[in-house]
């Protein structure tokens, strides 16, 4: 059955049409509405499959504002989360970075953490489900293994040495003695049913304890997690959550352009030296079971004042060879530029969410094939359109149309289309949108 044919629920239609309209993009129901992006999505799932296996990957998406970009990571995120991935994300911000000495590294850690999500809670806070779920597998695993009724001591024995071979292989990482003592810290709580407990060693995951004294005090471990190493920390969760059978962890970090905003040049550094950090680490194989995704705007990367190819070291690894250009990407190096959707896949897209319109307000879609290609006509028509129109700005006047021919059956599509109004509007929010772009990277 064609995927515009298909019934649509209607709490999924509300929710994509909604954010859609409002300029952002729905955490469900991506599926309906997914065109293109063949190339880029080839090459980001053979990553997921280097990482299941036990590798790590970095990449950079980068697209203008509207581009895709976030649209593609949220793609990415639902489809790995199906695949048995574990998933943290985060917005960057002026509060929240990668490095900060006010904390700002340790607010981004935060974040991911709060968001850790996975196929059975996608919204995210999902670190107690994984944690319970890795000793009830184990419990169960252990059963099945030796046969032993769970009131039996002996079982207990066994549960407890398999905890402690998963644990065990932990102590070999980077803080991982005190990550496997925390861990088993919670397991004992668990048996215990000792809430207080269970409740500090999850503070602690959530990196929530400012002070190693508190740290010690409460649980017996000198160390806390802070903005040097919260990445760490990570990589420790990504190992740990392939004992816990899950397939492995992905980062996701958008709008890197906060970076690139900050006003001291010397923090600008240290963000792009952590960037490097990560970068080193994935590269040389020091991590596994890891992926990580950044996100951001052609000037927030190859901008060489202020932009991440500032940092020389940084540019000289990533900046494209000789053969890149005019259309031709490298789909296996670290950036991956978005090109823009052509308008023979913008009229697909906007022909499956005239159906999902319909679908949601129950009412037949009458839009004809030429109808849609005359709006993608006019929006593509508009002057510099090859160089500034962006899916969310198509996304955004389709479904206004739609709305409106909705509410008003006495208007015509051709009417509408064929105004004046519409096209001088589109023109100004375009060429008003580009210009506060443009002023942004020159102040």
Known sequence: MPEQQRRIPRRIAQTVINSLKGGVVPRIGL?????GRTAEIKALLHDVDIVADGGASFRFIVGRYGSGKSFLLQSLRNYVMDHGFVVVDADLSPNRRLHGTAGQG??????LVANL???TKPEGGALVLVLDRWISSVQQQTAQETGLDPSDPAFTQAVDKKIGETIGSLDELVHGFDFAQLLEKYYRASLADDKATKSAVLK??????????????????????????????????????RQAGYAGLYIMIDELVNLSKIPNAISRQYNYEKILAIYNDVLQGKARYLGVLMCGTPQAVEDKRRGVFSYEALRSRLASGRFSGDGRHDMAAPLIYLEPLSAEEMTVLVGK?????????QYEQTLTDEDLAKFIQIEYGRIGADHTITPREVIRDFIELLDILQQHPNMSVSGLLGSQEFTYAQSDVVSNKTTEEFAEFTI
Do not use: C
């Open 31 to 35: 599926p309906y509405i997914t065109v």
């Open 106 to 111: 340790l607010a981004t850690y935060r974040e």
């Open 117 to 119: 999500a996975t196929k």
């Open 204 to 241: 602690w995951f959530r990196g929530e304890y400012e002070r190693k004294t508190d740290a010690k005090n409460e649980l017996g471990v000198s160390v806390i997690i802070s903005d040097d190493d919260w990445y760490d920390y990570l990589k420790l969760f990504a190992v740990f959550f």
């Open 353 to 361: 969410l005239a159906q999902m319109h319909a679908s949601l307000f």
